[in-house]
């Protein structure tokens, strides 16, 4: 079983910054691990991802403007956002797909609310 905890987010004016991260826990190897979110109107979207490789893709509505990291050991993701729009504000959910014992799973964070005030 993997766990997802999420951190971050919050209220920010347009403009500015946020940081997410997400630390996986458990007994695995690491698939992928990225951002999603999920607008008032919209479908859930990739926002970023980062392979166990360290391979980064973005969705192009974010590109140069945020970009995803990992840590040392690879279990923490985070997700630097800068120069934030109003179109950003959505639920941010850290989710990954993730070998573990009964083969690759994909798993997800409780998410965490982003809001960009314009």
């Known amino acids: 079983q993997v766990q997802l905890v999420e951190s971050g987010g919050g209220l920010v004016q347009a403009g500015g910054s946020l940081r997410l991260s997400c630390a996986a826990s458990?007994?695995?190897?690491?698939?992928?691990m990225g951002w999603y979110r999920q607008g008032p109107e919209n479908q859930r979207e990739l926002v970023a991802r980062?392979?166990?490789?360290?391979?980064?893709m973005y969705a192009d509505s974010v590109k140069g403007r945020f970009t995803i990291s990992r840590d040392n050991a690879g279990t923490t993701v985070s997700l630097q956002m800068n120069r934030l729009k109003s179109e950003d504000t959505a639920v941010y959910s850290c989710?990954?797909?993730?070998?573990?014992?009964?083969?690759?799973?994909?798993?997800w964070g409780k998410g965490t609310l982003v809001t960009v005030s314009s």
């Open positions: 980062i392979t166990g490789g360290g391979t980064t």
């Open positions: 989710g990954g797909s993730f070998r573990v014992s009964s083969g690759d799973m994909f798993y």
């Open positions: 458990g007994i695995f190897s690491i698939n992928h």
